[in-house]
């Protein structure tokens, strides 16, 4: 990189020579499959017709893979979305039954298989389309209880008030 250096106008600028990957390795997609993934993050959020909703990133967890984002995942708590919604909580080892409270923590480092395919997305705003990476209907299933983490130790056990603790909504 070179200093600061005026131009006629005083404008200050930067030169830069980036590498010639358009892409960096580690924020290339995965290929369409199924991969061992551990939620990595989550997000609350709403939907546009008022039902709470969180966004499950999925990471994979094991192999030549580890490490890259394999899709994110959207659970809505809605009448319509409840068969799904149960499905992935089943699979990721949380209560599906009753009256429960999620925080975001108790979805951290949950673990399951998880299947992406390729999904083209137009923007609605750009009109842009992307090529991005999709977990359909059933695609994701419980892993064995007793896979270890990529770092040897068993699933993370969940925190205290946690969806687990038996804490339930009032």
């Given at each position: 990189m070179q200093e600061y250096e005026k131009t006629q106008s005083d404008e200050p600028y930067t030169e830069a020579e980036f590498g010639h990957d358009p892409v960096p390795p580690e924020f290339m997609r995965v290929a369409p499959g199924t991969y061992l993934c551990r939620v990595a993050e989550a997000r609350y959020g709403v939907?546009?017709?008022?039902?709470?909703?969180?966004?499950?990133?999925?990471?994979?967890?094991?192999?030549?893979?580890?490490?890259?984002?394999a899709?994110?995942?959207?659970?809505?708590?809605?009448?319509?979305?409840?068969?799904?919604t149960r499905?992935?909580?089943?699979?990721?080892?949380?209560?599906?039954?009753?009256?429960?409270?999620f925080y975001a923590a108790d979805f951290l480092g949950r673990r399951a298989w998880v299947t992406v395919v390729e999904e083209s997305y137009q923007h609605?705003?750009?009109?842009?389309?992307?090529?991005?990476?999709?977990?359909p209907?059933?695609?994701?299933?419980?892993?064995?209880?007793?896979?270890?983490?990529?770092?040897?130790?068993?699933h993370p056990s969940p925190g205290p008030g946690s969806a687990d603790s038996g804490e339930s909504e009032d």
């Open positions: 939907t546009r017709t008022g039902y709470p909703r969180w966004g499950l990133k999925f990471v994979v967890d094991q192999g030549n893979e580890t490490g890259r984002m899709a994110w995942d959207g659970l809505v708590f809605s009448p319509k979305a409840e068969t799904r499905q992935v909580l089943a699979a990721l080892g949380l209560p599906h039954t009753g009256s429960v409270r609605p705003d750009t009109g842009r389309t992307s090529l991005r990476m999709k977990v209907y059933e695609g994701i299933r419980p892993c064995d209880p007793e896979e270890k983490d990529a770092s040897g130790g068993e």
